[in-house]
DNA sequence: ACCGATGTAACCATTATAGTTACACCTAAT
DNA sequence: ATTAGGTGTAACTATAATGGTTACATCGGT
């Protein structure tokens, strides 16, 4: 019998594409833009902003006006990497994408052997991964705007 | 007033490193690798075995001999890759690595504009990481054990 | 026919996500 | 000083992926 399940992994969060759309609003309309705004381009809730607006201030990426609102870069945006906004919003443990499975069996040969081995390879997987977001300015994506 | 709530991201599932483990197994132990002692190496329930080995045969990479049980690889562990394995069990949504936001505004000029700008960034920064799984073969990785 | 193995359904606890309401607080403008 | 609009954050929710578990049908060599 074959029934098939189609298993989702679990992708990295809008949270990193909606705080890309963010800082670029504010690169684009450094006056206009209140959590409201923002929320009104991204389409979705004000509050949904305003945690990713407070991840990007810790980052120091963003000067968010308290009281009177709206938000301004403190970095300019030549200056601001994807990878910036990643690291900003991304909190993973230990900031490893990829997760290996714990306590393999040290008495047997591969599960004493796998876990080191296989964790160099990963980081560099996700080294040039983070290395190609670097790469990408917040000003060169605004330039492909049209 | 501070309080911080770590949030952690969904990383890639143990899946990948698990599968990896099994095949590692099955290629220094030909003959042993039923699903119960996979899990007993892995350190798992032999049914989370199961599930991975069903995606390993449907991707081609190993046969599964019913009934009396064990199983093969159907390649050299020269040319297996990371990759092979990470795509055998990774079955993300149009394969990709990254969610953007759906749904922006498209009467806001940057609403309009980033979903095109940002998916070709994240696509290159996903291609360039599986290009680095892709240099690594299931034999080089147990040529490291120890 | 038996025994050990696989295939898979079903269920569960845990956790991240993303949206929502509610409300305290802050600042400028009146 | 009061008000209006904006921010910060807690609390709750629905949805979904994960990984473990039990249960059971089925397969195939001995």
């Known amino acids: 019998m074959v029934t098939s399940v ?9 949270r990193f594409s909606i705080a890309v759309h963010t800082l670029s609003l504010i690169a684009v309309y450094p006056k206009d833009c209140t959590g409201d705004f923002i929320a009104g381009s991204v389409n979705t809730n004000p509050v949904v902003i305003r945690r990713i607006m407070g991840m990007l201030k ?24 994807l990878l910036d906004v990643y690291r900003a919003v991304n ?14 069996n ?23 991964m983070e290395q190609r ?12 705007f049209k």
């Open 6 to 14: 189609v298993i989702h992994l679990k992708q990295i969060s809008t």
């Open 58 to 81: 810790k980052a120091g990426l963003v000067d968010v006006r308290p009281g009177v609102g709206g938000a301004s870069l403190l970095k300019d945006p030549e200056r601001i990497t």
């Open 91 to 104: 909190v993973t443990e230990e900031d490893r994408l990829f997760r290996i499975h714990g306590n393999p």
């Open 106 to 128: 040290i008495h047997c040969f591969v599960g004493r052997n796998i876990e080191q081995a296989l964790q160099k390879e990963l980081k560099e997987a996700q080294s040039v």
């Open 133 to 144: 977001l670097a790469q990408t300015t917040l000003d060169q994506l605004i330039g492909k």
